[in-house]
């Protein structure tokens, strides 16, 4: 084991403070020069601890560093809730600190496990500590578990009202409040009517779905009604295609360019919550509504850039995966794309005119790739019968980047 004499240390703690640490946190403690947390944290040690307790300043990011620098060469622990590494700031330290050990407690999310006695391998987590509580749409499903990390008092009733909204108002909602502590206690509820007043800021919030409501699957393809549009969207079936064909991977970050009513860049960004995407958009307008849908479908994470490509796109973190929606016949947006593909980057447009379809054709012959025609035709009203009604069909170019 790693002593790490002069580095730092990460301890986890509990609501139930000293008495729930074992002995390798506390003699890490009490042997610390300087022991860094909040103020209800560093208010559970003993006054055994003699170290120099410093309280986080506010707001922390920016003053890490220079806390750090400051102490250079003491012993100096750090106060973490729960389990460093799991939403804590174990992590963010790592970046800053060459030399980091880890001393971890259960995490708040493990004592509700363990309350409800739900398996956490079939449990879905989500952090709303910083994240906005619409980060919870994509999670919703019927008769879905969801364990959620609250920021304050408030955030049970946001997470209660956006499962109302959704329908699900019949979700049983369960807010565990100071877990592991003496004065532990829960609130249980149908999201609709729980009362979720006078709680305690340190708690976790768990959902167990309804069977009704608005569903809202996570594969591509998802109704084109669910998008607010003023015309300027992937048609559902052409939109299913174009995402199997981006074939989005955990982590990847997408350039959606010309992105119209943002369908794209979400459904990217719903197939995994480490999927990354920028949406570019010309219109003013529509940059808005883009932003609008991306709060509205899960995604409020999506970047969006409200200018016209391929000047936008200087600038913008290097992508894995272009896709060109809109733009194809301007000068210099597939020589703009093409440049800021890394090797094994993926390059997909969407063409319906016969401009751009020539544009497309073009550069098929120079760098290769697939061509694809999609035609839909959706059954429509003919009189008193049923007929079938063509969409326009669209030509969809994929190539590699070598």
Known sequence: MNDNPAGLTVVGIGA??????????????????VILGSDR??????????????????????????????????????????????????????????????????????????????PLADVDVLSLVTARVEELHPLVHPGRRILVLSRDASTPAEVAALLTSRGYGDSTVTVLSRLGGEDEASVRGPAATVDLTGLDPLNVVA?????????????????????????????????????????????????DIGAGSGSIAIEWMRSHRACRAVAVESSPERAARVEANA??????????????????LAGLPAPDVVFIGG???????????????????????NAVTLESEAVLAAWYAKLGGELTRVAVSRASPVGGFTGWRSMMPVTIWSVVKP
């Open 295 to 312: 709060v509205a479908l899960g995604v409020p994470k999506l970047e969006v850039v409200a200018g016209r490509a391929p000047g936008a």
């Open 16 to 33: 139930d403070g000293w008495a729930g640490l074992t002995g390798t946190a506390t003699a890490a403690l009490t042997a610390a020069d």
């Open 41 to 118: 944290q560093l208010a559970l040690l003993p006054p055994e601890v003699v170290g120099e307790r410093v309280a986080w300043p506010s707001p922390l990011l920016p003053a890490l560093p220079g806390l750090l620098e400051a102490h250079r060469g003491r012993r100096v622990a750090v106060l973490a809730s729960g389990d460093p590494m799991f939403h804590g700031i174990g992590a963010t330290l790592r970046r800053h600190a060459e030399q980091v050990r880890v001393v971890p407690h259960p995490s708040s999310v493990s004592f509700a496990a363990a309350r409800l006695g739900w």
């Open 207 to 255: 959902v167990e779905c309804g069977r009704g409501g608005a569903r809202m699957p996570l594969t591509p393809g998802l109704p084109d009604d669910a998008y607010d549009s003023d015309g300027q969207l992937t048609k559902r079936e052409v939109r299913a295609v174009t995402l199997a064909v981006l074939g989005p991977q955990p982590g990847e970050l997408l350039w």
């Open 327 to 349: 733009g194809l016949t301007r000068d210099g947006v597939v020589e703009a794309a093409w440049a800021a593909l890394p090797g094994g980057g993926r390059l997909v447009a």
